[in-house]
């Protein structure tokens, strides 16, 4: 009888530890289909006139680019607020402004958005070019984007990326690629302690029952 009863108690307690392992891989496994990665952005082209040295005139200043966010996700959408872009010299001053309009982009696109913007002040371009002949301009990109995941949109989220871009001699982008836009300064982290509100939420909910 006693072990009887000892074999019960084992059985009720490896039945609770294996109730909270699944609990566990569940919400895991929840969140690991339902989490969501921000868009990847990077400068695809860049090509200043007023610096292509063989057009030989400095009139056209205007700045034209192109710029792409990726969507990482197989299964969630994104909603892009208006995205603002900044591009400014390496002293910080801002040259131009542009604005994309707000978007929505389905599972595993890619958003092409080309601009053309005029400086504010012609200048600030053509001071730009350093001694050996190439200009480096910084391109920085601010928005909030929200996830849709099945029918639900999740709450905004920011995003702040930039990247330099140097200008050769054609007054196009130096670099072959791509460049990508990184995260300049510290951005928030609530997303990273999710999993653990999850996880902390369905063990307590079983615990509890
Ligand atoms: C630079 O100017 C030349 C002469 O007009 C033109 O042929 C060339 O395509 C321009 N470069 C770029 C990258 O557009
Ligand atoms: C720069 O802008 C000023 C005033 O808008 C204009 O007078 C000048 O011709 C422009 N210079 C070039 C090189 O485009
Ligand atoms: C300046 O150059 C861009 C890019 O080549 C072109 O689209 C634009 O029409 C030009 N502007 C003027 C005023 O020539
Ligand atoms: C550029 O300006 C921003 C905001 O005004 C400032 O935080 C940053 O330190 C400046 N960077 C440089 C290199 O001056
Ligand atoms: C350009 O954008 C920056 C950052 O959003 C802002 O501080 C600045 O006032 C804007 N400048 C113009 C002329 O719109
Ligand atoms: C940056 O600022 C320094 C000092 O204020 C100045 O000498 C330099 O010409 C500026 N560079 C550009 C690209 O505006
Ligand atoms: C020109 O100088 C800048 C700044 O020192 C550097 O980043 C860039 O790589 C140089 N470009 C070339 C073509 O040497
Ligand atoms: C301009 O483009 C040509 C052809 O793409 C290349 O051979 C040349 O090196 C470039 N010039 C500069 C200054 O990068």
Not at 22 to 35: D, I, K, V
Not at 200 to 208: E, G
Request: a positive charge; proline letters at 4%.
């Amino acid at each position: 009888m006693d072990q009887d009863r000892e074999r019960s108690g084992g059985n009720c307690c490896s039945c609770c530890l294996s109730f909270i392992f699944t609990a566990g891989l569940t919400s895991l496994f929840l969140w690991l289909s339902l989490r969501a990665n921000k868009p990847k952005c990077s400068i695809q082209n860049f090509y200043v006139p007023a610096l292509n040295k063989t057009l030989n005139s400095r009139d056209n200043t205007t700045l034209n680019f192109m710029v792409r966010c990726d969507n990482p996700n197989k299964d969630q959408g994104i909603y892009y607020d208006d995205v603002h872009l900044t591009i400014s010299n390496t002293n910080n001053t801002t040259i131009a402004n542009y604005t994309v309009p707000k978007f929505y982009q389905g599972h595993k696109k890619k958003a092409k958005k080309p601009g053309q913007v005029l400086p504010l002040n012609n200048q600030t371009v053509l001071r730009a070019v350093l001694p050996n002949g190439s200009a480096v301009f910084r391109m920085d990109l601010k928005t909030q984007v929200r996830f849709k995941i099945i029918f639900w949109k999740t709450k905004r989220e920011r995003i702040e990326v930039g990247a330099d871009v140097e200008v050769n001699g054609n007054g196009t982008k130096a670099q072959k690629k791509g460049i990508k836009m990184k995260k300049s300064d510290s951005s928030s982290f609530s997303r990273s302690s999710f999993p653990i509100c999850v996880l902390m939420n369905l063990l307590v909910f079983f615990a509890i029952r």
